[in-house]
Nanobody, 125 residues
Framework: QVQLVESGGGLVQAGGSVRLSCAAS????????MGWFRQAPGKEREFVAR????????FHADSVKGRFTISRDITKKTVYLQMNNLKPEDTAVYYC??????????????????WGQGTQVTVSS
């Protein structure tokens, strides 16, 4: 029903910035809350950020709060993750996800119905 494609990942020096994009197609983009998760090698997928369907409410993991910002553009059917002051521990594959439900455990992967393929972000020290 919903297809998600992430882009914008790459190699960046510590302290640098990257903006990830997630383009959505199918379904009704404005009806879905959206999330960003990340997964480093050997670790479980972890919550990064969440934005409500309206864009009026956002949530960021403590590890990225103040550095990362999630946003969405309904006209472009795209959700963004602006990442500033990157650290080596931010290195991971970053995934975009869509949630059809209005509430729930937004920090948990099982809450989400659709996932993108991921984009690699590597932060060098």
């Amino acid at each position: 029903q919903v297809q998600l494609v992430e882009s914008g990942g790459g190699l960046v020096q510590a302290g640098g910035s990257v903006r990830l994009s997630c383009a959505a197609s199918g379904g009704t983009f404005s009806s879905y809350a959206m999330g960003w998760f990340r997964q480093a090698p050997g670790k479980e997928r972890e919550f990064v950020a969440r934005i409500s369907s309206s864009g009026g409410a956002t949530f960021h993991a403590d590890s990225v709060k103040g550095r990362f910002t999630i946003s969405r553009d309904i006209t472009k059917k795209t959700v963004y993750l602006q990442m500033n002051n990157l650290k080596p521990e931010d290195t991971a594959v970053y995934y975009c996800a869509a949630d059809s439900r209005p509430g729930g455990t937004y920090w948990y992967t099982a809450e989400y119905d659709y996932w993108g393929q991921g984009t690699q972000v590597t932060v060098s020290s």
